[in-house]
């Protein structure tokens, strides 16, 4: 069993910057991917990024050039840096940990809010 901590969650402004965090406790494997994703109000969960265990990155298209993920392999953490985020960015974000055989494990989420 894995359990995701997520933290940095909060109310900014349009333009403002944002850093959250998930670590991961309990048995982690090198071909693990950790991620993030969102859902805002009345819309479907949807991917924002992930990070393999070598670094390999994928993003949404609506995020790339302003969110940066990353990952600490020692610390078992990966954190999401959102730069000039607007109020479509608002949602709930989720961390994720994605194993071999389609097992997925899912953090509580945190909320971020952008106000215009």
């Known amino acids: 069993q894995v359990q995701l901590v997520e933290s940095g969650g909060g109310l900014v402004r349009a333009g403002d910057s944002l850093r959250l965090s998930c670590t991961a406790v309990g048995t982690i494997f090198g071909s693990d991917v950790m991620g993030w994703y969102r859902q805002a109000p009345g819309k479907q969960r949807e991917l924002v990024a992930t990070?393999?265990?070598?670094?390999?990155?994928n993003y949404a298209d609506s995020v790339s050039g302003r969110f940066t993920i990353s990952r600490d392999n020692a610390k078992v953490t990966v954190y999401l840096q959102m730069n000039g985020l607007k109020p479509e960015d608002t949602a709930i974000y989720y961390c994720?940990?994605?194993?071999?055989?389609?097992?997925?494990?899912w953090g509580k989420g945190t909320l971020v809010t952008v106000s215009s």
């Open positions: 994720n940990l994605r194993r071999a055989l389609d097992i997925n494990y």
């Open positions: 990070i393999t265990t070598s670094g390999h990155t």
